[in-house]
């Protein structure tokens, strides 16, 4: 019954994605694009390939997490074919979309790779200082590569090839934090003296959370790379919070990114001006000044769609400049789809973090559980980051929103992400039905 459900999800999901994908064409050329077909039969491949996977080596996983994947991935790839004509006419740019659509086979190959090979996530702790220790290297390499990003140093350069470990680096993070957590968490959830009504850890229980505060900083100060450091810090407290229960180190952890953000912002340069810019984002327009005015466009673009927006392939999201296909995509949600469609995007982000909630509420063993919390916080956490940079809500940190934006690495290591919360819920939907078997 999960995987006839899941079936007919993925159905839609693809029909959705044919009709935006015909929609563009209409919109910028007047007719049918020529590449239907191939869009379609690419989609329905996309789609049903790991849906047959699953029937085989993960009967009893959610069903809602893969078609909420699948449509999100083609989603982005609509809004990347839509945008390429535009990008060409004005800039001249290459094409994008045919690399983001070999990113999507190879992310969700991982995946069917991921559900074959690991047939039990309960393994994965037995190496979390192993990766631990990958991560941390993976974490600190763009550091020691010359040149930078446009401010960050988040890329890894390797001849003509280059990634973004960060991106992974998340996910082998909640993995450690998953298995540190299980083992320690009694001690961690010690009670200490009570402060404004709020019962604080003891103080030496406060190391790994300074040890991460310290690291986070390190990240920010080293590689100037704002979002990274924001949903690692933050992945930890969250994880810290589910494993003891204690709102005392919540408090803790956002005070001490208060602190840590308020003093690396006022001595970095280069945060220190993406807070100015996200302070005064109209500064940009005033002559002589220094600020990129992406922002200031991002919020015009998405004030202009209205309700319902100009619709699909009828904006301009492309004035922004290079960042419409990465960092501002959500702009072109909002410039062509207008507030509704933005919003129907955000509830299938929303959606997607609430199913990683609820296999961690319906698993079993303590690691799945808590890693399932880490990997849906994870994703809730980057969405709130790249959209609430976007809508001016924070400021702006140059990480891509999963699925939809323009990045090889991003996808990958979210569809990565998706093959564990599919592994954690068919373990968890194993141990429920023998359950009601055996009584």
Request: glycine share 12%; proline share 5%.
């Amino acid at each position: 019954m999960r995987r006839r459900g899941e079936a007919v999800l993925l159905v839609l999901a693809v029909l959705i994605s044919c009709f935006g994908y015909v929609s563009t064409g209409l919109a910028g050329a007047g007719q049918v694009p020529d590449g239907v077909v191939v869009f379609a039969v690419g989609t329905v491949c996309l789609a049903f390939v790991p849906h047959l996977v699953m029937r085989r080596w993960a009967p009893y996983a959610d069903p809602l997490i893969l078609p909420l994947a699948v449509l999100l991935s083609a989603f982005g790839l609509v809004l990347l074919y839509r945008l390429d004509p535009a990008y060409e006419r004005r800039y001249h740019a290459g094409a994008t979309a045919s690399g983001q659509l070999m990113w999507t086979v190879i992310g969700v190959a991982l995946c069917v790779g991921v559900l074959v090979v690991l047939r039990d996530h309960r393994r994965l702790q037995r190496y979390i200082y192993l990766t631990m220790a990958v991560a941390l290297v993976l974490l600190m390499a763009p550091a020691f590569f010359p040149g930078d990003t446009y401010g960050a140093k988040r890329w890894i350069f390797l001849g003509p090839l280059s990634f973004q470990p960060g991106e992974f680096v998340k996910t082998m993070i909640a993995v450690f934090f998953a298995g540190y957590l299980v083992v320690h968490r009694d001690a961690l959830a010690l009670a200490g003296r009570k402060v404004l009504g709020v019962r604080l850890p003891p103080g030496r229980q406060l190391g790994p959370i300074v040890t991460v505060w310290v690291l986070s900083l390190l990240v920010l100060v080293l590689e100037r790379d704002l979002g990274t450091s924001l949903i690692f810090f933050g992945l930890f407290v969250v994880m810290l919070y589910a494993a003891t229960e204690r709102t005392g180190w919540v408090l803790c952890g956002v005070l001490m990114a208060a602190v840590g953000a308020g003093v690396v912002g006022s001595l970095e340069p280069h945060v220190k001006g993406r807070v100015e810019a996200w302070l005064h984002p109209f500064a940009a327009f005033e002559p002589h000044s220094t600020f990129s005015p992406q922002a200031a466009q991002a919020l015009f673009g998405m004030g202009s769609g209205g309700v319902t927006g100009a619709g699909l392939g009828r904006g301009h999201p492309e004035l922004i400049g290079f960042a419409g296909r990465s960092d501002f995509i959500l702009t072109t949600v909002g410039e062509d789809l207008g507030l509704t469609g933005t919003m129907a995007v955000l509830v299938l982000y929303g959606l997607l973090a609430q199913r990683g909630f609820s296999v961690a509420l319906r698993s079993r063993d303590p690691f799945g559980k808590l890693l399932a919390v880490g990997l849906a916080a994870a994703l809730a956490l980057q969405v709130f980051v790249v959209a609430g940079g976007v809508m001016g809500l924070i400021p702006l940190t140059g990480k891509a929103l999963p699925f939809l934006a323009k990045s090889g690495s991003s996808l990958v290591a979210n569809w990565l992400m998706i093959a564990l919360l599919i592994r954690i819920s068919d373990a968890a939907g194993r141990a429920r039905a023998e359950a009601e078997e055996a009584e």
